[in-house]
DNA sequence: GTCTATATGTTGATAGAC
DNA sequence: GTCTATCAACATATAGAC
C-alpha cells in the first residue's frame, strides 16, 4: 500500500522491498497451510522465506499479523470471484431462478480452481484457507466470519429463490453441510483409500451433484431407524 | 491395562492413580480439543487436571502419546459402535439390501450422540475425535487411518449393495464428502449464521436425509455451467 | 506414583548497527 | 529495509527425593 520512490538510487531497494515481504507472504501460506498456526515458528517461515524474524516483524508486526495478512490475500479474491459467478449466473437467467446445480457451482467452482493452481505451482498438499478453516486459533474464527458472512448471505437469497419451499434455517443448514464438504475436499483431506480413483477433473461435477441433491432433499424423521423403506 | 494391588496399605494409592491418570485424559481431551495439539502445552493440561508434568510423563510419556490415549479412548468405542449399528441394521433386514438412509445413520448416529452428551456434560464445544480430524500433526493422520480405514471399508460394502450400479470409486468418494459433512458439523464449526435455527433434536435427520440424497444422485458432468435446466 | 528442581532448547519480539 | 545479537518467557522432558 506504500509508494516506493522511483528513482534509481532506491530502486533496487525498493524492488527487494516488494520481493522479501511477498516471499514471507508465500513461505507463511505454505507453512500455516501445511502445520497450522501454532504449529510453525516464525523462525521456519522466515527460513523459508530466506529473511529475518526482524524483516517479518518489521512488514507485518507480529506473527499473527502476517497469518492475516496471508490468509486474507488468498480469501478475499476467492469470495468476490464467488459473487461474480453468482451475479453473472444471475444476469445471463435473466430474473428466472438459478438452478441448484448453478448456484452451488458458483460457490464451489472458484476454491476447486485455487486448488487446482496450486497443485500444479508448489506441492502444498492444500489452499491454506480450508486448511486454516477449522484451526483453532481465534483470528482465523473471526476472519472467517468477517469475510464469508456477507457471501453466505448472498448464496442463501439465491437458494431461497431457487428452493422457495424450504425454510431459511433448512437451507442455511444445508450450506453449512457443504460447506463441510469443501472444506473437506479443498483441504486435501479427503483422499480416502479408493476416493482417488475419481480423475481430478470429474471432481468438481461430483461435489456438485452431491451437495445440489442434498440441499433439494427434504429432511425425513424417523428414517434413521427404519431398516426396509420403499428407496433402495 | 495395569492391575492394581488390593491390600489396603495401597489402596489409596492404587485410586489416586487411577484418578490421576484419568484426569489428565479428561483434561487432555478437553483442551486438544480446544486449542489443537500444537496450541496446548502440557503444562496447560497438567495444570488443568491438578497434576504435574513429571505425573503426565510417568503414566504416557510424552505429550504426543498423551494425545494419541486421548483420541483413542474416544476414537475407539466410536468405530465399534458404528460397525454394530451397522451389523445389526443388516441383521434387521434379513439379507435385504438396506437403505441408503440406514447406512448413514449407523455411521453418523455414534458420533452425533457422543457429541450430544459431551454438550450436556462439560463446555466443551466439539467432539476431540472431530476436531482434531483435521490438526496438521502426523500422529492424528496415522491413527484415522488406522482405525477409520476398515470402518469405511465395510460401509462402503453396504453402500455398494444398496447402489449396486455405482462405482466403488463414486461411492467412496460420496462417502469421504459425508465424512466432510459430519467433521463439520460434530466438531461444531457448522454453527453459521442461521444454521443454529434448527433445533438440535432434527440435525441428525437433516444430516442423514442430506447426505443420503447426495450418495444416491449421480454426477451429471456439464451441469457447472448452465443457468437454466429441467430443475430448480 | 507424585512431586520439586532442573537441564536444554525454542519461541515471539525488540534494540540497534548499517 | 534488512540484518545480527539479545531478551525474557515458555516449551518438553528428565533426575532424584519422598
Redesign the pocket.
Known amino acids: 500500500m506504500?509508494f516506493?520512490p522511483v528513482g534509481s538510487a532506491a530502486a533496487r531497494?525498493?524492488r527487494?522491498?516488494?520481493?522479501?515481504?511477498n516471499r514471507l507472504l508465500d513461505a507463511a501460506e505454505r507453512l500455516f497451510a501445511e502445520r497450522g498456526f501454532?504449529g510453525?515458528?516464525?523462525?521456519?517461515?522466515?527460513r523459508a522465506a530466506?529473511?529475518?524474524?526482524?524483516?517479518?516483524?518489521?512488514?507485518f508486526?507480529?506473527?499473527?499479523?502476517?497469518l492475516h495478512a496471508a490468509l486474507l490475500r488468498r480469501l478475499e479474491p476467492l469470495n468476490r470471484r464467488r459473487l461474480e459467478c453468482l451475479a453473472s449466473a444471475e444476469d445471463a437467467a435473466r430474473g428466472a431462478p438459478l438452478t441448484v446445480e448453478a448456484i452451488v457451482a458458483a460457490f464451489l467452482r472458484p476454491g476447486f480452481e485455487a486448488r487446482r493452481s496450486l497443485q500444479a505451482d508448489q506441492a502444498s498438499d492444500g489452499h491454506i484457507a480450508a486448511r486454516l478453516y477449522t484451526d483453532p486459533h481465534g483470528m482465523v474464527a473471526s476472519l472467517k466470519a468477517e469475510l464469508f458472512g456477507p457471501v453466505i448471505g448472498r448464496f442463501l437469497e439465491a437458494l431461497g429463490r431457487a428452493l422457495p419451499d424450504r425454510s431459511l434455517a433448512e437451507l442455511a443448514l444445508g450450506f453449512q453441510f457443504l460447506i463441510g464438504v469443501m472444506v473437506h475436499v479443498i483441504s486435501g483431506h479427503g483422499g480416502g483409500p479408493a476416493a482417488t480413483a475419481i480423475p481430478e477433473h470429474q471432481l468438481l461435477d461430483h461435489m456438485i451433484s452431491f451437495t445440489a441433491a442434498g440441499l433439494r432433499a427434504a429432511s425425513h424423521p424417523g428414517s434413521t431407524a427404519e431398516t426396509a423403506g420403499g428407496r433402495r
Open positions: 506504500s516506493q531497494a525498493g527487494a522491498q516488494q520481493d522479501t515481504k501454532e510453525t515458528s516464525l523462525r521456519a517461515v522466515t530466506e529473511a529475518s524474524v526482524s524483516a517479518a516483524n518489521y512488514h508486526g507480529s506473527k499473527e499479523a502476517l
